[in-house]
């Protein structure tokens, strides 16, 4: 990728960060209007799980604010004259981290090494052990140098929620660490204790507990890291430049901006502690049903809690943000490394050696393709994707005795297993799977009005909101909210009787054009907000449910030209 052949020096810190102040001054506008509905939906009793790369519940304004702010700048993309290069892997964060924005991705980098005598050399000195793989011009371009002969590409690593994973206490995650495998039971994970870069050298090491070989502990320096090893800028917390292979002729010849290239903008923010904001603001990704499924106890039958453990409390210190203290979350992770005999990397990392890995999280793991740290287990079917992770544990490593568990359940058990780990990452009352609630997620909530009894394994426990074992009204009213947050036309009361039309319809109203209006109110077609008239308002409404299924005038379950005809056919008064 050749940016371009003569960069020029920009020293001026406001206009090098204009791009990102521009986009900011943009979108926050309408990010915090979301942010706004998302909360009078809570007030009015109900609170959704947040879908996966929304804010945390409970924010404050201010909280909110910069978590749209930070977003923002996540996923502009930086320019030659903010500091971008001379050598990097992409021109924003969004670009590796997409599945959804601040999340796992399908971008793999290159690292490279070289195995001398049965150790991982990183041949620093020839740019090692991270490949920049692009650069602001041809000349300024890494290779794996011959002299490697060790190289392996890693899929790009997430935990989400990183303001909670961080706030984990350090003594918690090292109650886990059994190094020496003193139980017998074949696991033997172990803390890797890092000095977060923000740190002074003499201030205590810290639990490392991200990225794969945990060799990050706080957010801040997971900032600071991939702003200058993966964007190439540099800034407050690392100063200089990744040179060329470690060519410094060439990285004078190839740079042209001062470092640090991370200056603060209009209020005060670098862009590292912008984006620091938006990540560690991330909510925990949903659980569906939130009370599990009988697969958990297979998951835990087989050994995968050992390391993948469920449940952790954040810290209640008065230093966290009331959104992030003394929280109770599942990420099915213990944030240890582990010996992972033939899935390890081959890779040596700070204290992490060549055939550690740290427990990946499993929050969000439906929506995850590719799987493992090379991005092994990909394509298919979500079923065929975990199978191929999970018996990638073995023959060798701690994995070992959960891959042979696994492998040697009986069809029913593992059918189970895999409908749990659906279950991580599925949004609440999405019963067609597409990560939005809608029409055609209603018509299925109401089928299950009269299925009876629902149990946690039930199709129809993705609707049991209040997860009373039925689906009832007052599950229905959750769905309203639901529908709403995902775009979906806040629903009226066409006849006046007490029940708005969404519940109507649940409750057996015919709505055969399936706009969320019983056909029997004596409505119009194209009277998608209900007020009686088809106008202006329906008009935005149709507009902003484009290519969707939400107000489908036509039947054929999508809002598009056809739909938009019939509309204007029927303006003016019902």
């Not at 427990?359 to 929506?367: A, E, I, S």
Request: charged fraction near 20%.
């Amino acid at each position: 990728m050749d940016i371009s052949s003569a960069p020029q020096r920009d020293t001026n810190a406001n206009s090098s960060r204009t791009p990102h102040a521009r986009a900011r001054q943009g979108l926050a506008a309408a990010l915090l209007a979301f942010s706004a509905a998302a909360s009078a939906l809570a007030g009015d009793g109900v609170v959704l799980q947040p879908k996966a790369g929304d804010p945390l519940n409970g924010l404050t304004a201010s909280e909110l604010n910069l978590f749209w702010q930070g977003r923002t700048d996540y996923v502009t993309p930086f320019s030659m004259p903010m500091g971008l290069g001379p050598i990097m892997n992409k021109s924003n964060c969004q670009s590796c981290h997409s599945n959804p924005v601040g999340g796992w991705g399908s971008i793999k980098v290159t690292h490279f090494g070289m195995d001398d005598k049965g150790e991982f050399y990183p041949l620093t000195e020839l740019g090692g052990s991270l490949l920049q793989s692009l650069a602001v011009n041809d000349s300024c371009r890494e290779f794996v140098p011959e002299e490697a002969t060790v190289v392996i590409q890693r899929v790009t690593n997430s935990s989400m929620a990183f303001g909670l994973i961080e706030a984990i206490p350090d003594e918690a995650i090292a109650a886990n660490e059994d190094p020496k495998d003193l139980d017998g039971d074949g696991v033997s994970g172990r803390v890797h204790w890092v000095l977060p870069l923000e740190s002074s050298p003499k201030s205590p090491l810290r639990a490392g507990r991200f990225g794969w070989k945990a060799q990050v502990a706080t957010v801040l320096s997971f900032s600071a890291d991939a702003t200058r090893n993966e964007l190439g800028v540099t800034n407050a917390l690392i100063q200089t430049e990744n040179a060329p292979n470690g060519d410094m002729a060439l990285l004078d010849a190839c740079d042209s901006v001062a470092d640090p290239e991370d200056h603060a903008d209009e209020s005060g923010f670098t862009f590292i502690e912008r984006v620091t904001h938006f990540q560690r603001y991330l909510a925990e990704p949903p659980q569906t049903p939130r009370s599990g499924m009988s697969g958990e106890a297979v998951f835990v039958a087989v050994g995968c809690a050992k390391c993948h453990v469920p449940q952790w409390t954040t810290s209640n210190l008065k230093g966290f943000e009331s959104a992030i203290r003394g929280k109770t979350i599942r990420p099915y992770s213990d944030f240890l490394l582990h010996d992972m005999g033939l899935l390890g990397d081959g890779v040596q990392e700070g204290d992490a050696n060549e055939l550690e890995m740290r427990t990946p999280t499993l929050w969000n793991l439906r929506t995850r393709d590719p799987m493992l740290h090379d991005g092994s287990a990909a394509g298919g079917s979500f079923e065929s994707r975990v199978t191929a992770a999970i018996l990638a544990h073995g023959p060798f490593g701690e994995g070992a005795n959960s891959a042979a568990a696994f492998a040697a359940l009986p069809s029913s058990q593992k059918a189970q297993l895999v409908a749990f780990l659906d279950s991580l990452g599925r949004v609440e009352f999405d019963f067609t799977g597409d990560g939005s609630v809608d029409i055609f997620d209603l018509e299925v909530l109401a089928d299950c009005r009269t299925a009876g009894a629902v149990s946690p394994d039930d199709h129809c426990a993705i609707g049991d909101f209040d997860q009373n074992g039925s689906v009832n009204t007052a599950d229905a009213e959750a769905f309203v909210a639901a529908f709403v947050r995902d775009g979906g036309a806040k629903p009226g009361d066409c006849d006046n009787d007490g029940v708005n039309d969404l519940v109507a319809v649940f409750l057996g109203a015919p709505d055969t054009n399936r706009d969320g209006i019983p056909d029997d109110c004596g409505g119009c077609l194209g009277d998608l907000t209900g007020d009686g008239a088809v106008n202006a308002a329906d008009l935005a409404a149709l507009l902003s449910a484009w290519g969707s299924s939400t107000g489908d005038l036509t039947g054929d379950g999508t809002v598009n030209a056809a739909d938009l005809a019939a509309l204007l056919s029927a303006w003016g008064s019902c």
